[in-house]
């Protein structure tokens, strides 16, 4: 499995009209969790994040949110951010661009957020530049997604990496502002178990704040 672990340059510069980071002179970072809600790996999560008093945002899978709508709740409830995922995590270089529209607006009657993060990474530039507009599709008013991606990926989702690996890759790429991207899924659960809290642990440590990504970034 090939995959960038840390962001280079010039695909921010590519793509500048996505959030690759959030820049500040702050040691500030953005702990992100892809592909829940799961019943129990997020509650893991947000035991873990409560230690440290740390926020994040949680971009969940729309047909997640209608299988565990109390831990969603809890999310919310506790002070964190939430984001929009597709219904089914759907591949935007694989699916039409009807279809993949249509995944995200289908997510959002449960997600009530305007940021929004294409599953793998893959969006097509008229895809998002629909959901970059405002929409009044499926009585959804005055909607613009910001399409947020990512500093750095832990890699908790390669099933031939070791937890210390994913912890490391996150320890040694991430700078100030940087938006981390962990999966409280099924999928990663062995790794994520293990590597975020060492990665709560030594950042705390270093200073640093865990912050949700702002709704009016």
């Known amino acids: 499995m090939k995959y960038l672990v840390k962001t280079p340059w010039w695909l921010k510069k590519l793509y500048p009209n996505y959030i690759w980071e959030i820049p500040g002179n702050e040691k500030i970072l953005y702990l992100t969790f892809d592909d829940g809600p799961h019943e129990t790996i997020t509650s893991f999560v947000l035991d873990a994040l409560r230690k440290y008093n740390a926020k994040a945002t949680f971009f969940c899978i729309g047909k997640n949110v209608v299988a565990n709508p109390a831990v969603f709740r809890q999310i919310i409830d506790e002070g964190h951010a939430v984001g929009n995922h597709t219904f089914n995590h759907v591949n935007g270089w694989k699916a039409s661009n009807k279809k993949y529209i249509d995944e995200v607006f289908e997510a959002a009657k449960y997600i009530d ?43 908790d989702f390669d099933i031939s990496k070791k937890a210390n690996e994913c912890r490391d890759y996150v320890i040694l790429n991430t700078l100030p502002g940087s938006i981390i991207v962990f999966h409280d899924s099924q999928k990663a659960w062995e790794r994520l178990q293990a590597a975020l809290p060492e990665v709560l642990d030594y950042f705390n440590k270093e200073g640093y704040q865990f912050k949700s990504i702002p709704y009016t970034i």
């Open 113 to 155: 957020s305007n940021l929004f993060r294409p599953p793998y990474g893959r969006i097509s530039r008229f895809q998002a530049k629909v959901l970059m507009q405002e929409s009044k599709r499926q009585n959804i008013t005055g909607r613009q997604f910001n399409i947020i991606m990512w500093s750095v990926l832990s890699g």
